[in-house]
């Protein structure tokens, strides 16, 4: 069975960070590119940031702002996202997927890819 199990959110203060995992299980990153996406109540879900097989990285410029890095751990299945100086517009519960190629968007990453449980972020003023 394949399962994806993120881990690490909390509630922070705004400008403290946190360090968010994702932790796969019946399956290998080294084969998939993965994601990090998020979603907050009344907002559409957006995608965060994307790791390939090879490493290079993808951010969402508009969310990310500089603030956040993926990296992954072949050797331990994780794929890890360090988020400093949070703000509270970043509250949302993070989730880590393996989208399909063609589409990276929330929707085909929840449709067609897996999609782990998602991890809660609370940014306080």
């Known amino acids: 069975e394949v399962q994806l199990v993120e881990s690490g959110g909390g509630s922070v203060q705004a400008g403290g960070p946190l360090n968010l995992s994702c932790t796969a299980s019946?399956?290998?990153?080294?084969?998939?590119?993965m994601g990090w996406y998020r979603q907050a109540p009344g907002n559409e879900c957006e995608l965060v940031s994307l790791?390939?097989?090879?490493?290079?990285?993808?951010y969402a410029d508009a969310v990310v702002k500089g603030r956040f890095t993926i990296s992954q751990d072949k050797a331990k299945n994780t794929v890890n996202l360090q988020m400093t100086t949070l703000e509270p517009e970043d509250t949302a519960v993070y989730h880590c997927?393996?989208?399909?190629?063609?589409?990276?968007?929330?929707?085909?990453?929840?449709?067609?890819?897996?999609w782990g449980q998602g991890t809660q972020v609370t940014v306080s003023s």
């Open positions: 790791i390939s097989r090879d490493g290079s990285t993808y």
């Open positions: 997927a393996d989208p399909p190629p063609a589409d990276r968007g929330c929707i085909a990453a929840k449709q067609f890819g897996y």
């Open positions: 019946g399956f290998t990153f080294e084969d998939r590119e």
